[in-house]
């Protein structure tokens, strides 16, 4: 039997047993839409959470107070008191990979603009942040040294912010209220959308670090400590010296655990990139059973189609067919 009468009487099987045809073809179909949708879906969360790492700023090395490893004490909210502006000096100083670095004092609070209210987080720092992280003002201006020096009441905020408390107007010159004291919008910062961990990086306040600790936090200490390196190649060196001398000025004793972690971007990014890449192992595994079901329900289907045809089968032998 050559090809073309095999494909002839494949087909008049088909179509005679149209709804099986259609029910097993349909598993292969979904087996192999749910592979390829997987893949599809983890390779563009990869592309996403890459581009989220690369939004955070460029060559950025981290330096949070407390304990890096899992259970330890976490950057933040807390009474971590570790860092200082003083260390921030000296790594800016004594750190040659390093070209600018910036402070972090994080706060929570109710903002009043008239009759609307917002609850944000306000970060406060200097104005080496703002290129440090990418942030772009799209109108007016940062704060000042001078603004930082003198703790002002200035701010700059983000579309988030700006849109629940102004809606379409423009916030720059308005007053607004943060913790029942007056601050002047000096700055509209662009844009940034969710962050790799779902935040939204446009749900937040900026202002002077000094007027964050003094009137709003009421903390004299540093959570964060964001710097810039020359090269992505510089903040990975730049890890070593930065614990060295942070441990040298805190005081840590050989074999003591350090009282702060460092942390680069690059190794976010990996950390993010292997979170993924195990999402997505296990997504495709998930979707391939999918596939290996499809495929024991054509077996199945072939042993029925074989055993219901066992007399024909036969009969044919009988008259003198062969297996070709």
């Known amino acids: 039997m050559d090809f073309w009468n095999t494909l002839r009487l494949a087909l008049r099987a088909l179509a005679r047993n149209k709804l099986r045809s259609s029910l097993t073809m349909l598993g292969i179909i979904i087996g192999v839409g749910a592979v390829i949708a997987v893949v599809s879906i983890g390779q563009g969360a990869d592309a996403m959470i890459q581009e989220g790492i690369q939004n955070m ?168 400590i964001l710097a810039s390196a020359t090269t992505p190649d510089a903040s990975i060196a730049a890890m070593q010296p930065i614990t060295a001398l942070l441990r040298e000025r805190h005081r840590i004793r050989q074999g003591d655990e350090d009282d702060f972690f460092v942390r680069t971007q690059s190794e976010m990014a990996d950390m993010a990139a292997q979170t993924q890449l195990v999402m997505t192992i296990l997504l495709v595994s998930v979707a391939s059973v999918s596939l290996l079901v499809g495929g024991i329900g054509i077996m199945n289907i072939m042993l029925v189609s074989v055993t219901e045809r066992t007399r024909e089968i036969g009969v044919r032998m009988a008259v003198g067919a062969t297996e070709t």
């Open 57 to 224: 700023g460029t060559n950025v090395v981290y330096i949070a107070a407390g304990s890096g490893r899992p259970g330890g004490m976490r950057m933040g909210y807390g009474a971590v008191k570790t860092l200082t502006m003083d260390d921030l000096l000296a790594i800016s100083r004594e750190i040659p990979m390093i070209k600018e670095a910036a402070p972090g004092v994080m706060s929570r609070a109710q903002v009043v603009y008239q009759n609307q209210n917002w609850n944000t987080q306000i970060m406060g720092t200097t104005a080496n942040y703002f290129p440090i992280r990418k942030w772009v003002v799209t109108a007016g201006t940062v704060f000042s040294d001078d603004e930082v020096e003198a703790a002002a009441n200035v701010c700059v905020i983000g579309t988030t912010v700006s849109r629940y408390l102004f809606g379409e107007d423009d916030p720059i010159g308005k007053q607004i209220r943060i913790r029942n004291l007056p601050f002047r919008v000096i700055g509209l910062l662009e844009s940034k959308g969710q962050s790799v961990m779902g935040t939204d990086q446009d749900d937040q306040i900026m202002a002077p670090y000094t007027t964050v600790q003094r009137k709003l936090a009421g903390v004299t200490w540093l959570q964060m």
